[in-house]
Nanobody, 115 residues
Framework: QVQLVESGGGLVQAGGSLRLSCTAA????????MGWYRQAPGTQRELVAT???????NYADSVKGQFTISRDNAKNTVYLQMNSLKPEDTAVYYC?????????WGKGTLVTVSS
């Protein structure tokens, strides 16, 4: 079973940057997709970005050009570089992985952007 360890959230002023990381630990085969989702108060969880093992990335329109997802397959780690942060980026960010037909969610890391 995969365990996901997230880090990098926190409080930042508008215009600032944060880098989130998520490492998958445990016993598993290939991780097909690693990605990030977010959920702001009173809203549904939404896709932020995903990165397949083959190197394909996908971004929500709202973060294109602002966020960059990257992945280190050797370390089973996915990163989310978030630049030019805005108050509307405030949310709990969840790591998500898909492997062997199973998906797992991290516990989430809070990102708060002050105006």
């Amino acid at each position: 079973q995969v365990q996901l360890v997230e880090s990098g959230g926190g409080l930042v002023q508008a215009g600032g940057s944060l880098r989130l990381s998520c490492t998958a630990a445990g016993s598993f085969g290939w991780i097909v997709v690693m990605g990030w989702y977010r959920q702001a108060p009173g809203t549904q969880r939404e896709l932020v970005a995903t990165f397949t093992r083959g190197g394909t990335t996908n971004y929500a329109d709202s973060v294109k050009g602002q966020f960059t997802i990257s992945r280190d397959n050797a370390k089973n780690t996915v990163y989310l570089q978030m630049n030019s942060l805005k108050p509307e980026d405030t949310a709990v960010y969840y790591c998500h992985v898909v492997y062997e037909g199973v998906d797992r969610w991290g516990k989430g890391t809070l990102v708060t952007v002050s105006s």
